[in-house]
């Protein structure tokens, strides 16, 4: 019959063809996604993530089989220095390579399994390697000759987020913000962003300024140093192979919770070392480290006012969050209380220094490249 199934299939205006497809059989592979390790497409990248982890099992393998005290060596102080500055090459590497990463996506995109990072987070992590290269200066003996011969030692130990920092976008934790996560997976990577976030936190005040301060007064040991690059090998794990993992991540190698988990790992690599260093950190350097963390959460940094900051930024997590949006903070403004505070805290431990020097102090009387 006229609408029988056979007559449908037969009828000649009827019949399914076939769509056409929009890529030619003769046409070359896509290969703008091209992630195989041996290949000539992203190679810079490549090598430097291949020289990125050959340093880093190296440093490791040094420090498990060094003891504490013999890490004042002259040669050991470069491989920190020179890991950080691969992992910096790397970073810039992927945001001259990876151009289909978003540049407008609010959040940071890292927590997730549905989303991949933003550029504004791989540059933001730009800043957080520098931080660290500069620490693996400071920390030597000889690199921190180097360090108070320049003008960067005032800034680089009390100011780099009011000055360095304003150069770089801040991307948040939002913690209400799962990043569009299965429902499976919202719970995990809700309670992955507030360990983040808080970790940002506590790094920022007791693993950054506070053992700066014990730097800067000299009041460091072989022993203390030992630990300090510990904790450097540890933020060199979360900084570099983080994005790494979530590479792996993306293309499906790992399963999120995995790649995740082993991210959070990393704060173990510096988060032990900072609590095995805390006995040898003055009194009055904690007491100072803690009244910073206080102004920052009371009266904001980077002159956003108490609980005025528009993102639950990693290095200013904010508990009143407004949004998730990128910032870019300008360069000149209304200094915050945490600035002031900064301030401060400079002036007296400069002059408490030039008082041990005018005292006979150690730095008073050598002119040649200390040992300890």
Known sequence: RPGSLKHVVSSPTTQMTPRPSSVSSSSPPETGNDYRLVSRRY???????????????????LLVRTSLESYAVAWFWHYPVLLHAVGLLQTLSALLSFRFLPQKQKSEGFFGDRTTVSKSFV??????????????????????????????????????????????????????????????NAGFFRFSKYVASYFYLFGKH????????????????????????????????NLTFGIFLHTLKFRKKLGPKTAVGAYLLGYAISGVPTVLILPRVPSKVFLLATGGLLANLLGGSSGTGAGGGKSHSRDEPHPNNNGNTIQRQPFLRRPSAFSLYQLAV???????????????????????????
């Open 43 to 61: 190679v810079l990248h490549k090598g430097s993530g291949v020289a990125y982890c050959v340093l880093w099992c190296h440093l490791c393998s």
């Open 346 to 372: 400079a002036a007296f431990l400069l002059a408490k220094r030039r008082g041990a020097l005018a005292s006979g102090g150690y730095w008073a009387t050598t002119t040649t490249t200390p040992t300890y």
């Open 206 to 237: 007791y693993v950054g300024f506070m053992l700066n301060y014990v730097m800067f007064l000299d009041e460091d040991d072989a022993r203390f140093r030992g630990y300090f690059y510990w904790i450097l090998l540890g933020a060199g794990y």
């Open 123 to 184: 540059k933001e992590n730009a800043f957080f390697i520098l931080l660290c290269v500069f620490a693996s200066l400071y920390v030597s003996p000889k690199g921190r000759l180097l360090v108070r011969r320049s003008y960067l030692e005032i800034p680089g130990i009390f100011f780099p987020f009011q000055t360095l920092r304003r150069t770089f976008p801040k991307t948040s934790f939002e913690r209400h913000n799962v990043d569009k996560s299965t429902a499976r």
